[in-house]
C-alpha cells in the first residue's frame, strides 16, 4: 500500500510559476513508477506527466505541457517525493492535479488506469 499526499497549489497569474510536492509513504518509493494527472472542471482527467521507478529515465510529457513543465524524483534519505515544476502557466493549466503511483508491471505512463495509488488532488489555478 502506498499513501500519496500532494501539496503546493494555489492561486498564480499566468506567466507564473509553481512547484507541486507528492510526498509517498508505505511500500518502497523507488518500486512505483510515478505520474501526475489533472482535471478541470467538466472535463476528464488528463494526463501530465511521468517518471520511471528507478533512476527518473525515462521522463514522458504531455504535448500541452512539454518545455514548461518538468517532472523529477527523489528517491535519496527516504524523501519519497515526487515534484512537477510548472512554469510559464496559462489559464488552461487550471485543474485539480494529481500524483498517482504505478507498479511496475503493466505500466504505460499516459494510461491513468494503469496507476495503482492515488493522492487526494491539489487545486492549481491560473489567472488571465
Known amino acids: 500500500q502506498v499513501q500519496l499526499v500532494e501539496s503546493g497549489g494555489g492561486l498564480v497569474q499566468a506567466g507564473g510559476s509553481l512547484r507541486l510536492s507528492c510526498a509517498a509513504s508505505?511500500?518502497?518509493?523507488?518500486?512505483?513508477?510515478m505520474g501526475w494527472f489533472r482535471q478541470a472542471p467538466g472535463k476528464e482527467r488528463e494526463f501530465v506527466a511521468a517518471?520511471?521507478?528507478?533512476?527518473?529515465?525515462?521522463?514522458?510529457?504531455a504535448d500541452s505541457v512539454k518545455g514548461r513543465f518538468t517532472i523529477s524524483r527523489d528517491n535519496a534519505n527516504a524523501k519519497n517525493t515526487v515534484y512537477l515544476q510548472m512554469n510559464s502557466l496559462k489559464p488552461e493549466d487550471t485543474a485539480v492535479y494529481y500524483c498517482?503511483?504505478?507498479?511496475?508491471?503493466?505500466?504505460?505512463?499516459?494510461?491513468?488506469?494503469?496507476?495503482?495509488?492515488w493522492g487526494q488532488g491539489t487545486q492549481v489555478t491560473v489567472s488571465s
Open positions: 498517482a503511483a504505478a507498479n511496475l508491471l503493466g505500466w504505460t505512463a499516459a494510461l491513468d488506469k494503469t496507476y495503482n495509488y
Open positions: 508505505g511500500r518502497t518509493f523507488s518500486s512505483y513508477n
Open positions: 517518471i520511471s521507478w528507478w533512476n527518473g529515465i525515462p521522463t514522458y510529457y
